[in-house]
């Protein structure tokens, strides 16, 4: 049994949602260590918001970025050390506001990565502003009187650019979480999951979620059309059932493969060597 744990003090509200995120992610670490996976191997990555603090709290190499700037950094260290698992953690405001960008070429060029999006649908760190994924006439700090514009469907988003796994799970539903996460970290290429994590202080959905989401049953995850249908069934506004699960995969070339065949990036050392030999003539 490995030590995940930190001597780092815990600062989430009580009951937030972020508990589940972090307990099912200390389980599939754990169970890819049982099977031979060295965690030395696995990099996280943060961002900014109530969700970042989850690198504080496991005992694995991890790196704190910048608002929105998860996907870029988990990208430069798939890109130097291909044998390394690069799993990033952002929330709605982080990766699907400020760095949406960002997400849209990582799944274009299905890079290796995985992304865990803490998706609470209200800024927490910051006191409850709205967020791409909040309803129509979400009343927080900075919309007192209700929010004009509608919610982005991330997935659908996500779907359209290229991602090759999308996922969705509840913090309330445990055991599917860590079924997904394992699924996506041993995906090749990009994979995404949206995870929605309630925020107890600022946005308590857990009802709300609880009276609309299912289990997918008979999927086909690998059909394409099926999946965008599924990924419409609920559009972060309407009233429609939620499912949750894995809603695509498919399999395609990767971007750190692609770098390594063209083999432009990575003969760094050699392309530094001729260079000053020939400064030197
Ligand atoms: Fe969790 Fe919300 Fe508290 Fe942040 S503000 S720790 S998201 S409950």
Same mark, same amino acid.
């Given at each position: ?9 815990n600062?989430w ?7 589940a995120?972090?307990?099912a ?7 890819l260590a049982?099977e031979?996976l ?9 961002g900014i918001?109530?969700?970042a ?9 991890s790196?704190?970025s ?7 950094v988990?990208?430069a260290?798939k890109?130097s050390r ?12 982080d990766?699907?506001?400020?760095g ?11 890079i ?10 209200v800024y927490?760190?910051?006191t409850?502003?709205?967020?791409p994924?909040s ?22 988003v ?15 539903g445990? !055991?599917l &979480?860590? @079924?997904i996460f ?6 090749? /290429?990009?994979?995404?999951?949206? +995870? %929605?994590q309630?925020c107890?202080t600022?946005?308590n959905?857990?009802?709300?979620y609880d009276k ?9 995850p690998?059909e394409r059309q !099926?999946a &965008?249908? @599924?990924i419409?069934?609920?559009?972060y506004?309407n009233d /429609?059932r939620?499912p949750l699960? +894995? %809603?695509?995969?498919t ?9 390594k ?5 990575f ?8 260079y000053?030999?020939r400064?030197?003539?």
């Amino acid at each position: 049994m490995i030590n995940l744990n930190t001597t780092c003090p815990n600062t989430w509200c009580i009951g937030c949602g972020n508990f589940a995120i972090l307990g099912a992610i200390k389980a599939v670490l754990q169970s890819l260590a049982d099977e031979g996976l060295p965690l030395e191997n696995i990099v996280l990555v943060s961002g900014i918001g109530c969700h970042a603090k989850i690198v504080d709290y496991i005992n694995v190499n991890s790196f704190y970025s910048l608002h929105g700037r998860v996907v870029p950094v988990a990208e430069a260290i798939k890109l130097s050390r291909s044998n390394v698992k690069v799993i990033g953690f952002s929330g709605d405001g982080d990766s699907y506001g400020e760095g949406m960008e960002h997400l849209i070429f990582a799944a274009k060029r299905n890079i290796d990565i995985t992304m865990i999006i803490h998706n609470n649908r209200v800024y927490g760190l910051t006191t409850g502003q709205y967020t791409p994924t909040s309803p129509l006439g979400f009343k927080g700090r900075s919309t007192p009187f209700g929010t004009k514009e509608l919610p982005i469907n991330p997935l659908e988003v996500m779907l359209a650019s290229g991602a090759t796994f999308l996922a969705r799970g509840t913090s309330h539903g445990l !055991e599917l &979480l860590k @079924k997904i996460f394992k699924e996506a970290i041993l995906h090749k /290429g990009f994979s995404l999951i949206d +995870v %929605l994590q309630v925020c107890v202080t600022f946005d308590n959905l857990y009802e709300y979620y609880d009276k609309r989401v299912y289990e997918l049953q008979d999927h086909k995850p690998w059909e394409r059309q !099926e999946a &965008l249908t @599924k990924i419409r069934e609920w559009n972060y506004n309407n009233d /429609g059932r939620i499912p949750l699960g +894995v %809603l695509y995969r498919t399999e395609a070339p990767t971007f750190d493969e692609e770098c390594k065949m063209g083999n432009k990036i990575f003969d760094r050392d050699s392309k530094i060597r001729e260079y000053l030999q020939r400064s030197c003539l």
